[in-house]
Every structure is written in C-alpha cells, then in structure tokens.
C-alpha cells in the first residue's frame, strides 16, 4: 500500500509540531522529513518514514520481542522432532 | 540495513513455513490487503514457499492503481495548463487515464514534477508564486496525513497558489466491499501495517466480529508476512476471529493519533469511485470547506466525467481476488507495464504488474 | 533483405504505443529498445546493427576495429565520483573495451548552452582530459555548436572512439554457452543512486559516490591473461537487469543469478529500498559482467580481485539454456523471478 521504510534520527529542528522536522539516516542516506506526527522521537531513535514523514517511531522491545516469539516458535517445531 | 536485514532470514522463513504445513488440514483463502504487501509477497517468492492448502489473494490496497480514470483525466487536464506545475509521487505518471498518462502531457510541454513528499510540493508552490501547484494527493490512511498536514501548512502560511486534487481511499470501507461480495472467498485477511501504524486496529474488530473473519496486521518483510499468515492460519484453524497485531514493533492499537488529528482537521469522509470496482459509499476522504481555496477540483472547475474502462481487463474481479492475473486473456498480450489496460498492471504494485514482473511462467497452475 | 522496403512514410512504431518521445525513450530500458528496434533498425538496416554489440566490430584491411559512439545528458553535470566530462570519456572506452578492443582514438562533440560558465567548461575539459590520460587514449577531434538559453542543461557531449581488436579471441554475445558463469567486477548500482542523490529536488544526502571508471586496462589484464572469455558487457543505464536481459535474448539462453551474491553497497541498498528502486535497474559506469566457462572461474575472480576496480568482484550467476524467462533472479528464500528490463523511466514510488 504505501512504502514506508525504517531509518534512524541524527537531529531534530523546530519545537512547533508544524514545523517539527528531523535528519533520518537511512543506512548512508540522508533526508530532512517531518517529525510532525512523531513529535515524541528522540534522537538515535528508529522511525518508519513515508512521504517524507515519519508515521510511527519502532518500539525496539516489540522488534526483539518479534524475533524471540520466532525462536520459539521453531523452537516448538523442533522439540516436536519435525524436520526442518 | 537494521530493521530490514534480520527480518529477510531465508531460514527463519523456511522453517515457518515448514512448521506452518504441519497446521494447514484445510484449504484457506487470505487476502492480503495492501499493494506493498502483495509486491514484497511476489518479489521473495513468499507464496511459494506455502503449504499447497493456502492460497494468497491480492486485493485492491494500491492506491495508484485504483485511482479512477475519471480522476486521472482530471488530473492530465490540469497538468497541461500553461499556468499549471503539477507535483506527483513518481509511480503515478505512468498511469493511463482513459486515453493517456502524465508522461505524456509531460513530453508535450506540461510542467509534471515527481516529489518524494507533499511538503516539497509546498516548497515549489513558495518558490514558483506566479504558478498554480497543484499536487496529486492519492492514497491510503497512510499517505492522507501528509497531504493534510500539506494544505494545513499551506492555508496556514498563506500559499494560495497551492492546491490538491483529491483521490484518497479508505481501507475498511473496501474490505466491507469484497467481504459482502458473494464473488468473496476469503476467509481470512492480512491487514496492511503501514496503513495501521496510523489508523491503528481499533476499528477491526467490528468487522472481524461481522464477517467473522480473523484479521492479522501484518509487516511487509519476508519473515513478518509469514509470521502473519502463520497467524492467520492458526486462528481458521481453531475457529476463532480475533484481530492480531503481529507488527507491533510498528503498530499501536490506537494509531498515530497526532496523524488523525491532522486528517480529520481537513478531510471529511466522501463516496469514491475505484477503479475496477465502482463506486464505495463513504470510502474515500474530500477536502473540507473551509479548504476549498485548496481544493483543485473547485479552483479548475473540474467537471465529473464518465471514463470508459477496456472490456477485456479482468482487473475489478483481481481486485476482489476473484481472479489471478494469468486468468486474463489480455495479461501480457495487450496488456503490459509499458502499457497497462487496467487498474492492476499499472503500478508496480499492483498484482499483475507483480506477477508479469516477477513469475517465471505465467502459464503456471493457479 | 532486398525485398525490404526501405523508406516507409508512417512511423514503424503503432500509433497506439507513443506519438511523441518520452523521457522513457532514453531510460535504456524496454521502450528504448522499441525505439531502437522498430525504428532505427528499421531505417538503417545495416548487418553490424543486427549484431546489438556496444560497439560495431569492423574489419579494414585484416585489422579487427571496433567503433562506437555515444552521448551523455546528465543532470547535475558535477556529482559525487565524477561529472559529465570524465563519464563521456569512460563510457565511450567501457563500450570499446567489453567489445574485446584496445581503446586508441576518441572524438568530443559539445552542445553547449549559451550562458554556460566558461569556468564550468574548462573544469569539464580538464577532467576529460584526466580521465583521457589515465585510460591512455588520446582525444583527437571534435566540434563545438551553441543552442540558445533554455534549449540545454549546461551542456552535453557526445564521444565516439576507435579502438583495435589485436587478439584472437572471439568476444560478444553470440559466444556465450549455456554453463558459463557470470561475474560482475564489483557493486552495483552506484552511478545511479549518486546521481538521484545528487538531485536537489529529491532532497537527500549521501555518501554514495558514483562508479565511474574506465574497464579498460581491467579488460586488457583479462585478455593478455588468456583467459578464454565469451563475452563482456558494461553495465550503464537500465543497470545489470538490462545489460542482462539484452545478452541473454541475443545470445538465446536464459541468465540466472543468485540475488544473495549480487555485491550492493549498504547506501546503495538503502536508498533503492526507501525509493522503491530494484538495484539491479540502477545504472553502473565502471562494472561489467564476465561470461566465461567454469573452469576458468576461480583463477578469472582472482585475476580481477588483483585489480584495482575488481576488489569488489563476485560470481553471481550462470548461463542455462533458454528458459521460462531470459533473466531469473533465485532470491535468498530459494524461489525464482523474473528479473525484467527496466519498464520505461525510473521513478520513485510512494507505494
């Protein structure tokens, strides 16, 4: 529906949510978007950015947490003995 | 690159996928909702690698390809006006409307800019006073805020030469559409992540609970799209038909609340034409009146106008995931990327644009 | 042939597709091979044409010549890794020196703008000049026309070279076999992402420099090695997929590469993700895929580590006979797809 791709926050500019804007870092490559409807984000932090906004900051213990049920999934699997 | 990289782990994939096909003791259908789902699905192959019990249909979540004819007329109508830069997002350009696309009122001297944001439209609209900006808002309640937040700026600092033309798209109204279809065979559907990072999930829950229909949120890497049809899965198995939020690390039950705000402070709830579909009552999103000196449709005078669609293109029941792509008789004859008849060849996301791209055979048993 | 009708008043190319050029055209994908096949091809009707080598191969007097031309529009004319002039002078000896050829002579024609700064032309002289000298070729003629202001972006410049095939070895797409491997000299993807990058409407910022380099001495390396090489081809616009798709139809035979082994450069793979480009459509101008037999892959990969420009080299396919599609990409889940040229112009996607 909508590319949207996580990238980490290097600065933030502007109090006013309006003009709220922050430096993304995405792997080498840098863009100014709006922090508008993320006006908690912190420096260092990881957001989805869309559109040249950033849409939702990534709750880093829910994407650990994401890789742990994984684990444990498989986990299941195997102890279950079935092939892999 | 973080947050992509441990999510593509080719043996983590397999392996849900194995243990996926010790669960399946019936056949299911899924919808995925989302057009960056149904692309990401196809680009990793990740509906192979499924147990022959479950079956992925692709539904209308591409917001370039259920853009109306009508509208994209509007649109080539607009962008060839002398007094006119018209600012899209890239993949709109190759669009054909009911005769052409922007490219080519571009080549014949339209002034047809591609932006990566509305707020860079903002930007050309305060450099180029003397010109009227016009931008193509399209999309789903994930692109909808910034645009808002666009023609908020915009009416906030005075920049009266800026305007939209509106062809938001809301995604329950659609899935009611297909649900309520009696084509429909879904029995369970991924609900597009992104989507949800803003509108949260809140508002699933009445419609699992009215079609009976389990509901997965779902990211848009490998692992996270087989995580979601694990979920998916689990739950037709057991009977039940709960919303599950399986992309939390992006998405909270309440959404992007500053976002809404912003949506609801300039937009209001209107009927919207698809293409391919027809017309959804209370599916798509208009400017408010106070915004109307932001409004390209009441600047220009935009007439409505009846776009007549091919005869051949299947692409309204692709839609509606009641047909594949390589059931077309038209797909990849006289309809390709370079020139697409119907609403699901045109964006790269699209699923025949998906399929014709990236499938091996398209004569492969569906 | 003689039958064929040599002038034919009506465009060849259907009413239906495009009555006027579009930028896509000149993307270097699928339109603009319509372009060059229904069109061009079409009027000109020469047997070397018929070959689709980068550089006509030409026999005078039992000398084996190579002989291209080629034309650069770049926007901005300066970015990170190079600038008009250096690439107008690598790109003209990539195409003679994957044809196998020796590059000798290049000629420069300029279309200037009227308005451009004299400063601007000598620093893009100057650096033709380098890129000239370092490659060892000399620049031997050329010509100069000024367009009116607005008519121009700065200025373009078109090369064609000569170059001498002084080796026996057959080299070009007829000569591929299915079982060859296929080897690229480094990352890919880097002239075209630097350049998005560089565009100021866009608004990013990057490290990525461009690749722009001449193959030449590399090419010659190989050949005075004696390595039994079937066929080169440098990647420039349309990017591997289209260099890819190009050789494979040729040749007849299908391309399959191993995604997971394709090198990409961590900013490169970023900015293709948050644009919504595939890497393997962005454009190189200094790598180029090596199609040889298998036997001679590991001594081949380790020759081009040796050099400069091959740091990066990795063996990321193989040559089968022609299959469902020319070109298929195994992704890291071990499913198959096609990997298609380049579909009109490359343009950021939203969704």
Same mark, same amino acid.
Do not use: W
């Given at each position: 529906m909508c590319i949207a791709v996580p990238g980490q926050i290097k600065s933030i500019t502007g109090g006013d949510p309006m003009e709220l804007r922050g430096v993304v870092d995405f792997g080498g490559v840098e863009r100014e978007i709006m922090l508008s409807f993320a006006p908690e984000a912190k420096i260092g932090d990881w957001v989805l950015v869309h559109a040249g906004f950033a849409i939702t900051i990534i709750d880093e213990d829910s994407a650990r947490q994401t890789l742990a049920d994984f684990d444990q999934i498989l986990g299941e699997a195997d102890a279950n003995g079935e092939p892999h | 690159m973080k947050y992509i990289d441990e999510y593509r782990d080719a043996d983590a994939v397999g392996r849900l996928a194995d243990r996926l096909a010790t669960e399946v003791t019936r056949p299911w259908t899924i919808m995925e909702i989302c057009g960056g789902q149904t692309h990401a699905i196809v680009r990793f192959g990740i509906d192979e690698l499924l147990p022959d019990g479950v079956t992925l249909v692709h539904g209308p979540g591409c917001p370039v390809c259920v853009t109306s004819a009508a509208t994209i007329d509007a649109a080539l109508d607009l962008a060839a006006r002398p007094d006119v830069i018209f600012c899209s997002?890239?993949?709109?350009?190759?669009v054909p409307g009911s005769k052409m696309d922007l490219l080519t009122i571009r080549a014949g001297g339209g002034d047809v800019r591609t932006v990566y944001s509305p707020m860079d439209a903002v930007g050309i609209a305060q450099d180029n006073p003397e010109k009227k900006v016009v931008f193509?808002?399209?999309?789903?309640e994930t692109t909808a805020p910034t645009t808002a937040m666009a023609v908020y700026y915009a009416a906030r600092e005075n920049i009266g030469n800026f305007s939209l033309l509106v062809s938001h798209v809301l995604v329950i109204p659609a899935m009611e559409a297909i649900l309520s279809s009696p084509e429909s065979s879904i029995n369970g559907f991924l609900a597009a992540g992104h989507v949800c990072t803003v509108t949260? &999930?809140?508002? &699933?829950h009445a419609v699992a609970e009215k079609y009976r229909t389990p509901i997965v949120v779902t990211g848009f890497e490998p692992l996270d799209l087989m995580r979601g049809i694990y979920a998916c899965v689990r739950q037709l198995e057991s009977g039940k038909y709960e919303v599950d939020n399986q992309y939390a690390r992006a998405v909270r039950?309440?959404?992007?609340i500053p976002a809404l705000n912003t949506i609801d402070r300039v937009f209001e709830i209107c009927d919207r034409e698809w293409r391919g579909l027809g017309t959804i009552p209370h599916s798509g999103l208009k400017l408010k009146n106070e915004y109307a000196g932001h409004d390209a449709e009441l600047i220009f005078n935009v007439k409505p106008v009846i776009s007549a669609e091919s005869s051949v293109c299947i692409s309204g029941r692709i839609l509606q995931g009641?047909? @594949?792509?390589? *059931?077309?008789?038209?797909?990849? @004859? *006289?309809?390709?990327?370079?020139?697409?008849?119907g609403a699901t060849m045109v964006?790269?996301?699209g699923a025949c644009a998906a399929y014709y791209r990236y499938r091996p055979s398209h004569n492969r048993k569906e | 042939m003689t039958e064929k009708k040599i002038f034919n008043p009506v465009c060849p190319i259907p009413i239906s597709d495009y009555p006027v050029v579009l930028m896509a055209h000149g993307g270097g994908g699928t339109l603009t091979g319509q372009l060059i096949d229904k069109l061009f091809m079409a009027a000109f009707d020469s047997s070397q044409l018929e070959a689709r080598t980068d550089s006509a191969l030409l026999t005078v007097d039992r000398n084996r010549l190579a002989f291209t031309t080629d034309s650069f529009v770049v /926007?901005?004319?300066?970015?990170p890794g190079g600038d008009i002039g250096s690439l107008a002078v690598y790109g003209t000896i990539n195409d003679l020196a994957t044809s196998g050829a020796r590059p000798l002579y290049l000629s420069a024609g300029f279309i200037i703008e009227e308005g451009l700064a004299m400063a601007t032309l000598w620093e893009i002289a100057l650096s033709m000049a380098t890129a000239a000298r370092a490659a060892g070729i000399a620049i031997v003629t050329g010509d100069t026309k000024v367009v009116e202001?607005?008519?121009?972006?700065?200025v373009y410049i078109n090369t064609s070279g000569i170059g001498i095939i002084d080796h026996n070895l057959d080299i070009g797409p007829a000569c591929i076999r299915p079982g060859d491997v296929v080897m690229v000299n480094g990352d890919i993807g880097r002239h075209g992402m630097a350049i998005m990058a560089a565009?100021? /409407?866009?608004g990013f910022k990057s490290r990525i420099e461009s690749d %722009?380099?001449?193959l030449s001495s590399m090419v010659q390396l190989l050949i005075r090695a004696e390595f039994e090489i079937h066929c080169l081809r440098d990647l420039t616009r349309g990017g591997l997929a289209s260099a890819a798709n190009e050789l494979a139809a040729t040749a007849g035979v299908t391309i399959e590469f191993e995604e997971p082994k394709i090198p990409v450069d961590e900013a490169v793979a970023g900015f293709c993700e948050v644009l919504g480009i595939d890497v393997c459509h962005s454009a190189c101008e200094g790598r180029m895929m090596i199609i040889l037999p298998e036997t001679q892959a590991p001594q081949c990969l380790q020759a081009l580590k040796n050099h400069d420009l091959g740091?990066? %080299?990795?063996?990321i396919g193989r040559v089968t006979e022609a299959?469902? %599609?020319p070109v298929i990409l195994v992704n890291a889940m071990g499913t198959r797809r096609i990997l298609s040229m380049l579909s009109g112009e490359q343009l950021p996607r939203i969704c």
């Open positions: - | 997002f890239g993949d709109m350009l190759r193509f808002a399209i999309g789903f949260g &999930y809140n508002a &699933y039950p309440e959404g992007n009641a047909a @594949k792509p390589p *059931q077309c008789p038209a797909f990849g @004859k *006289q309809c390709t990327p370079e020139h697409p008849l964006s790269s996301e | /926007s901005p004319l300066f970015f202001r607005g008519k121009g972006d700065g565009r100021e /409407s866009l %722009a380099a001449s740091r990066g %080299a990795a063996v299959a469902s %599609a």
